[in-house]
């Protein structure tokens, strides 16, 4: 199966969600809004609360946890550091990425740490909105036409029948 078919599936399973299309939207950025955190583990758990306190869909939030995931996690690692660290502005502390190690990190994880923390904070709050609102928007469309493609279907039935579908034909 191909990719762009996998996400077209996945695109109209998640706009056939229960719940309006904020609730829907809200949840899937949370989750992917956390996945941008470098608490591996925690990810669902850290997902559903957001979308819990933004009124989100818990479900949804666990789909967008799937944004971080073994071919993503690595770039989002580095990113969360790299923006971190800079922030921090403490280039003595800052770890060498080309004589990074399992056990330089986990000798040193204050020093790796604390920049994901603050990286990942910052990155979350940039990547809700980027996956919220077009989401939000593409929900409202599919399902604007999911309701007029059903409004058709009724009056091509009624057409045909000459009367309305549930009716009794006396």
Known sequence: ??????????KSRMARLPGTPHSIAAGFAAGAAVS?????????LLGA???????????????????GNPWTFPFIWLAIYEVGAAIMLDSESRVPL???SLSYLWNH????????MLGGAI???IVWPLFYFPLARG????????????????????AVTGQAIGQDPA
């Open 1 to 10: 199966m191909s990719f762009r078919r996998v996400l077209g599936y996945y």
């Open 36 to 44: 941008f955190t470098p608490f591996m583990g925690f990810h669902f």
């Open 49 to 67: 609360l957001v979308a819990w306190a933004l009124r989100g869909n818990l479900i949804a939030s666990a789909l967008g946890t799937l944004v």
């Open 98 to 100: 080309d004589d990074l």
């Open 109 to 116: 994880i204050g020093d790796v740490l604390v920049p994901m």
């Open 123 to 125: 990155l979350s709050v």
């Open 139 to 158: 929900i409202e469309r599919f399902r604007k036409m999911r309701f007029e493609r059903r409004l058709r279907k009724r009056s091509t039935e009624v």
